[in-house]
C-alpha cells in the first residue's frame, strides 16, 4: 500500500518518527468508562453453584483469623469462634458485605487525578512487590530505592495508568522497618495520582496514614479514601495477624483496602478454577465483611491474582487459560456481591521480556478488561513469576494497557451516515487514505510496535522491542517532569520520614 | 511454594523434564467444541446498524466483479449490472446467502481428521503465504520447498491444528506456475489433516480439485468438500477475475471457499471498525451469494483478517484493539447470516518472536477465539505483518492454540462435591498439591513457559522463549513420522506432479 498523496510524514524516516514521539507531551487520561459489555463465561446457574459452594465453606468450613483482637471483635459481632476459625451464616456474612460500597472515590493530591472505582470505571495500577529489577543495561539485581522512585516516574507518565502505586519494587537496600516511610513519600512525590499503602505491619499502615494526613488534612484523610491498600490471604482460607493489622488501621480511617487471595490453583486453592474461585469468595468475603464491622461503609475490593501451580515442579505459573478463567469468574462473582473487583494484569513467568511475556501478559490483561476489572493491578512489568520487574517490560505493558483503554470505548456508530457517503465517493477500487473522514481516525496505534519494513528495521539496528522498550523507558525518565508540590507539604513530609526514621530501630541485617 | 511429598519429579531438574517432554507421543485433537459463550461486543442494535449500512452499500454503490464471465453469471442471475459493478436488492442478496450451510464437513484422506466447520465447532488452521523464513538458525531469507515440507511436518505434530494448510510458506524456489502442484502434494504427503487449496488461477484450482479426486476418488472428490479455498477481495468493492476464476472452479466442485476481504482499515476500508465490518459485509455476502448462483449449497466462509494502516506510514498493522474489534463484530455478523465465521489468530508485526510478537498474536487469539471463529487461520508462526514466518513462534503460537482449546472447554462443574470435600479435608492453612482432586487435575501447563527459578533458568543458558522455541521446533522436525499413504495413491500424485509440470511452462524468471 503506497502513501497518499500529500501524507510526507514517510520522508524523514524512523528518525523523523521517533523525534515526534520522544517530544510528544505526557497525557494523563481519566479514570476508564467501559462502554463494552463485560464478558461472562459461564451462566448464571454456574456463578449460582459458585456461591452456594462458598457460603458452605464459609458455613461449614470456616475461615482462620489469626489474630485475637479480630477474634474478638468477629465474637462481638455474633460470629461462632472455634479457636482460631470464625464461622458465619450467609445471612449475617452478606449483610454485613451489603455494608461495602458499590463504588468509591479515592483521592489524589492533584484532583485532577482522583479515580472512580467500581460500576463501569477501571482504572490501572502499578506492579506491586517485585524484589528483583531487570534494569536499563539488561542486568539483573536488587531492586533499590532509587529504581523504586525512577518506576514512580516511569508510571507518573503512563498515559493509562491511573494510580501511583505503593511497592512498584521493593527498595531492598533499605531497611525492612523503614521501607514503607520511602514507599509513601516516592508516591507522594514523584506522582500526584492516588497511592498504594503499606500493610507488613500496623504501625507502617498507620505512619502513611499519618503521610496523607500531612498531605489531605487530618479530617479530610480520615473520612475520604486517599489510599488503597492490598492485603493478602494465606490460601486456604487463612487471614494472618500482619494482614488484619494493617485492615483494622486502614478501615478505621476510611482507607479501601483489596482483600485479595494469594491463590495458586492445584496448591493453595483446588485445582480447578470454580472451587478456587469458592474458596477466593470465602477468603475475600469474610475479610470484606470483618472491614464492615470495624467501620461500616469502608470501601473493600474483592478479586485474585489467579495463579496456578505447574504440577510437576509446583512452581507458579503466571499467564494461563485456567487463570485467565478465574478471573472471569471473580467479576461475575464481585458484581454479585456488588463489590469492585479487583483484576489483574501484566504478570509473565518469562525472565526477560520474550515472547512468552507477552503471551502470558494477555492471558492477564485481556480477562482483566473483559471481566469488567475495576481495579487492574500489574499495568507494567512483571517477569520472573512477579519476583522481577523489567523497565522494558513496563514501558510495553503501558502501551498495551492504552490499547485497552481504546478497545473498552467500544464502536462508533455515530459517523454512519459519514461512512456511507465516503465509501460512495471512494467508490470500488479506491482507497481511504486520504478521506477526510480517514484523517479524523482513532484508529490506534502502538508507539513502539516496528511496523517498518524488514530492510528499514535492519538498518535502524535490528532492535527488539525489549530493546525499543529499554530506549523508551530512558527517554521517559530523561523527559520526566515532577508534578507540582506545596513545598510546605513536601517539607513536612520529609520530616515526618526522618522524625520515624529515628525513632523505629533498623532490623538487624 | 515447596513440592508436595512424594512429587518427586523436581529431582533431575530441567534434564529430565525436557526428556519427559521430547519423547511425549504426537497427539491430535478433534474439531474443538465451544463450551463457553461467543462474547458479543456490541449489542442487536449495532449489529442492525452494521447490516442496515452493508445492505445499503450492495444497493447502492455496488460491487465491481471483474470479470466478464461472473459478470455474464450475475445478469443471468437476475443482478443490475453496471460497468463491472452489480448491484442487488438485499432480498435477492440474502435469498443467495440463506443457500449456504451453516455448518459443513471437511474430509481429510484419515478420516479421523475430518473437520467439522460452523457452529460451535473451531478449527485452527496454519499460516498462509509468507515469502520468506526467519529459520532454525535465526536466519532471514526467502521460504523454499523444504522449508513448506518442514512446516507441514511440523504443523502436522500441532495436537491443536486441525488442517494441513495450503502455502504455509510460499516456496519460493519453485516456478509459480508449478507451486500448486507442489503445494497440493506437500499437503497430501506430509500430513493426513484436511488441505487448503490454490487460488492463484484457474487451471491451479483445477489441478488441486484432480489431486484431490487421485485421493478421495473423483465422485467423492466432486460431491463432498475435500479442500478449504482462500480468495481476497481487493477492498474496497472489488473482486478480481484470478480470485473469480478460482471460486468458480471450487464452487462447482463443491469445494469450500473463505471469501475474505483483505481490510487495512483507513486504506483499503474506512478508518472505524464499523465502517469496515460494513464493506466486509458487502464484499464477503456478494461472493457468497455468486457461489450460491454457480452451486447451490455449496458451502462458503465470512471473515476477515482485519488488519489496520498506520496512518503516519502507510504500513499495515497486525495485532491492534481496532482489528480485534472487527473479528468480534465479524462473528456476530457471520451468526446472523448463518455462515461459518473465519478468524485469524497469530499474526504480528514484529521482525522476530519478541514480546511485541506475543502481544500481536494474541490482539488475534482472543478476540478469533471469544468471536465463535469456526476456521481460524494463521494458527502459527507469522511475523514481518505476514510476510515472514518464524520457525520458533511457530511451535509456541501452536502452545498458544492448545491453552485456547482447554480455556474454550469452559469450567467443570461436575465436581464441586468432591471439591468441597478436598476443602474440608485439606482445611485452612493446608495445601492441596497431594489431593486426590489435584492429583487428578487437568489444569492447563505450557511446555516451554519458563518457570524455573531465575538461577536454574541461568544455569540452564538463559534462553529466551524464542531460543526455546527453535530448540523445540528442531526436536519436533527430528521426531516426525509421516502419516501412512497408500503406495499407489502416493504414485499417482507423484506422476500427476511430473505430468502437469511437463505441460505447464515455467514462468519467465
Redesign the interface.
Known sequence: ????DG?G??RGGGAA?RAARVDAPVVHKPTLVRN??V?????QE?EE?IHQ?AM??VE?????FRDAESLEIWRQAGAEVTG??IRLSRDQLLELVELAPETYTQHARNPERTVQVGGKHMVFAPSYGPP?VLDLEMK?RHATLEDLNNLQKINHMGESVHIAGGPIVEPVDVSVPHRHLHMAYSALKYSDKPIIGAVTARQRAQDTVDMTKLVFGKDFATNNTCITSLINS?S???WDETMLDALKVYAANCQAVLCSPFI????????????SM??ITAEALTAIAFAQVIRPGVPMLFGCPAM??????????H????S??AQL?AGMMARRYKVPHRAIANTA???????????????GL?PAV?AGGNWITMAGGLI??S??LSYA?TV?DFE?CD??Y??AQ????D??EE??E???E????????G?A??R??N????L???????EQ??EEG?R???QI?IEKAKNWLARYEPPPIDPGIDEALLDFVKRREAEIPKAIE
Open positions: 500500500m503506497s502513501m497518499a501524507e510524514t514517510r518518527r463494552i459489555p464478558y461472562e463465561v459461564t451462566n454456574g453453584l459452594l458452605r465453606i461449614e468450613v470456616g475461615v482462620e482460631e476459625a528483583f539483573r494465606n486456604p482460607l487463612v495458586m490453583a492445584g496448591a493453595s486453592t483446588p485445582a480447578s478454577s470454580v472451587g469458592a474458596v496456578t501451580v505447574a504440577l510437576k515442579t509446583g512452581a507458579p505459573v499467564g494461563s487459560p485456567d485467565g478463567m469468574l513467568t518469562s525472565k526477560v521480556a520474550d515472547i512468552y511475556a507477552g503471551y502470558d501478559s494477555m492471558w485481556f473483559l520472573e513469576g519476583l522481577g517490560k510495553l498495551q490499547a485497552f481504546h478497545f467500544g464502536c462508533r456508530f459517523d454512519l461512512i456511507f465516503t465509501v460512495k471512494v467508490g470500488p477500487g479506491g482507497h481511504f487514505l478521506a473522514h480517514t479524523k481516525s484508529l490506534f496505534e502502538f513502539s510496535q516496528s511496523n517498518v519494513t524488514f528495521w535492519e535490528s527488539s522491542a525489549e522498550g
